[in-house]
Structures are given as C-alpha cells and as structure tokens.
DNA sequence: CGCGAAGTTGAAACAGGTCAATGCTTGTGG
DNA sequence: CCACAAGCATTGACCTGTTTCAACTTCGCG
C-alpha cells in the first residue's frame, strides 16, 4: 500500500477516533486513502466566530471533528434564527461548496476543530469515488431531514412542546455519538441559543424551561445537560425523534 | 447514435418540453441519454392524494413534470405543517431513497404527472454519470435551502411576513420557470395551505390575507394570483426571498 | 472586587388561537 | 334546471400564549 503524501501534522483519516466510532459507517480502504488526500488540513475555530457567512462563496468545505457549531440566518429586523446544530461528524458548508451561495452563517458555538476540504476537489470526488458522492447526498438528505423536524416544531407545538424537542434531538443525537456519560450530556448552548432555535423570544423561553425543569423533565447547570424522564418527554411530544440511522462521514 | 431502448408511450427526455425551457442547465449528450433509459415511466396522480407516505422506503424517485405538490408532516395532535412545494422539475422523494426511511408525506396538490426513476438504478448514476450524481446532490442542497427559508419565516416573522413570503416565494419561482402570464400565476393552495404551510391558525390567514388583499399587495382569485405592488412586499420583507440561480434537472 | 454576560422575575400589552356561526361556490343528482 | 350537500371563505367575540419592557440577580473571570 503506498503512503500517499499527507500533511505530517495533522491525523490520517484511517486513524481518525471520530471517523471510527460505531455511529459511523466504515468505509472501504480505497475511499479512506482517497480521504486521506482529499483532507486539504485542518482548522480551529474559537467559540463565537463566525466561520461561513451569508452570501459567501467558500473555497472550502469542513467536517467538524470537535465541538459544537450552528447554522443560522439573520433576518433584516435584527432577529435570528438558528437553522440547526452541527455535532462531530457534519459536514459543513456544502450548500456553499455545491449551489456556490450561501444563503445562511455559520458560528461555532464551542471552540472547534474542523477538517478542510478543497472546493475544487470536490468534483474528483465524485469522479473517482461515486460512493463517496452518494454518501454527500446522504448526508444533504439527512441534513435537510432535521431541518424538516425543525420547522414542524417550530410551526406547530407550543413553546413546552419545542423546547422538549430540541433538548431530545440534541440529546439523542449525541446519544448516537456516545457522547452520554453519568446521565448528561454537555449542551453548551445558553438560553438566548435556544430561543433563536425555537422561535421564542428569550424572556418566554426562559420561563418555560424554568418550568420544565420545576417539573423534573430538564436538568440544566454546568453546561450540561440531563433528562431524568424521557418517556414522559416523549409522551409530551406525542411522538419523539428518531434515532440517528448508522450514517457515512466524509 | 443506438437508439435506446425506450418504452414507446413515454417522452424521451431529449424532446422533453420542461427539460428545455431555459430556467433548466443543459446535459451534454451521454447524460440525457443515460437519463432516458434511467426513466422507467410516467405516472399520474390525482389532486389530494398522497404518493409516499411517513416511514415507508419508497421503491421509486419523482420529478414532477407537471403540476403542484407539497411535502408535510402530521403532527400526533392532528396538526400538519407543510414542508415546502414541489413545483415541475423538482425532485421528488430522494430522502426515501437515500435514507430509506421518509419523516414526511407527499400529497399531490393539483392533478400531477411525474417521470418515475427507480431507486435499484440511482447507484448506477453515480457511478456512471459523476455529474448527474453531483446534480442530485445539487438538488438535495437547494432543496433544504428552502427549508431554511421557510424555517426563518415560520420562526421570526409576523403573520403578515410569514403570508407575503409566501406568496413571493412562490411567485419568484414560478417567474424562473416562465409560468407567469398577464401579470398573474397559477396558486392552487386553498387558505389551510397556506395556514399550515405558515404555521398559522386558518381564521387567522383568512384575516390576515384579507388585510393584505385590502391594501392591494395581494390579489387572488380563481385559482391564481397577482401581486401588483411587488417592491412594496419586498419592503415589508426587508430582504425578498432570492431568484431561483440556473439549476439542474434530473 | 468589579465588570459584563447570562439568567430570572413581574406587570402590562398584544398577536394570534379557539369557538361558533354564517355565507359563498361548486358539483351532483333528481 | 333546481335543490342540496360539501368544501371553502369570512366574520365576530372571546381567550390565552407569547412578547415586550424593565428591573434585578447571579455567575464567571480578570
């Protein structure tokens, strides 16, 4: 097997921790070596910067390998709305990489590390590994698919229903990560996050999670976060979201 | 040049009408050939009636070549948010497809006819045509940009916004396809459309479009619309939805 | 110790929801 | 050709979830 070159300072796809972990799909020797080439190097990001903004095009495209980001639009009166949340393993950035506009931001919320892909190289991808192209889709579909569950929520339940919404899917979704341990989970988001994701104003948001928390189904501190009675969560939403599928990463 | 074979009831997607009207990118020649054996047949479907349905993995993938469609979800109170409108050239279903697993119904708003693919042969589009692949996953991330939209619509405007959105939104899209005549174009969707596209109670669509009717930045009726004062809703808006840019069709 | 960011709480105003009734079309069958 | 049913649009009255404004507290950190 040759050693294709590869930036001596940063860590090989084969022998990424995240990429091996059960959530992920594992891919066939010729995509990873692929990969390895593909990974242009990587990147941090401090928590609070911006790393895509709205109507950029980008040279580039991340998978996010730490920490936590969001995807986000600013609307003309100063409101914002948080579109959804990028865990270890997103890929982000590709509406700007495959439409060449952005139409939203995106912010870290934690301090973060990223894998950077060239624009451009996108297109050898498709070319030499369909199967790593299927995967992009996959991973569009699955994007588009939270995004789907966001606007139900938002649209429809009530302030008590959208919060238990998003804490389960954040909750589940690193449940799938295995990001789970002694019962919490860390969430790093503070409460002006959460009413920008729901579509509340910051005051109301605080009151019902006061609530929800009054009532045991929510505990929060310390930037971390425990549900002590999920069926009674699910039960509250009438139906809960889905566990994440084994899925690809690029 | 082998003529294909090609089922003979069908249109050949080199002399399809939709495919040539200028909103539409061209294929090179292998493509389009490739696409017309990728087709396996027409299909219609009957206003109001549903053509996938949530949790199934459906066997086949759509475009909407003629007609109006919209995906939505039922929520466990009964309450439906739709997720966005199919309108002809749209790709239809590829989350079954993908994820093999729909979180969402598609309903056929007006009479519709679509070309129908089958899921066994999108694998080997990919890995015989890298470029129609790139293009299904084009479709994907422009799909889930209009999610987005919607989203931040539904989460942070007021009535009023949410409606004149709406109604622009799919005015702009139907300008791209030139479906727009004597300053008017189609609109199938009764008011519970739009009341659950918006996230909105329907008495109060009704009272709020009738505001809008009233102040001459709507007109409806007959099934279509107008919009007379076009610079007036973008202002109300404070940023107006983007033209559709030059896009793929499968 | 002090400052800024985040969280908390009360009171008042309002946008939007709910309930309920009434028109208006349109299509269907007698 | 009329009568009726069914779906859709419209309007009023009332109610409540949510927002807004305006304090005040707590926390984290230099």
Known sequence: MTQARHRPDTVPCESCSLRNKPAFRPLAEPEVEFLRNFKAGEMRVAAGSDLLVTGSSSAHLFTLWSGWAFRYVLLPDGGRQILN????????????????????????????????????????????????????????????????????????????????????????????????????????????????????????????????????????????????????LERLLGDAPKPTPPRPMI
Chains 1, 2 share one sequence.
């Open 85 to 232: 949340f990028a865990l270890p393993g997103d890929l982000v950035g590709l509406q700007a990489t495959v439409l060449e506009q952005m139409e939203h931001a995106v912010q870290a919320l934690t301090d973060i590390t990223l894998c950077v892909f060239e624009r451009k190289r996108l297109w050898a991808l498709y070319q030499e590994h369909p199967a790593l192209g299927f995967d992009v889709t996959w991973l569009a579909a699955h994007e588009e698919s939270l995004v789907d569950q966001s606007l139900a929520s938002v649209g429809r339940r009530t302030a008590r229903g959208r919060l238990a919404f998003l804490v389960l899917h954040l909750w589940r979704r690193q449940e799938g990560l295995g990001l789970i341990s002694g019962g919490r989970c860390d969430f790093p988001l503070t409460q002006q996050h959460i009413a920008d994701a729901t579509g509340l104003s910051l005051v109301h948001t605080n009151r019902t999670l006061r609530r929800l928390v009054g009532q045991g189904l929510i505990e929060l501190g310390g930037g971390r976060l425990g549900l002590p009675d999920i069926p009674a």
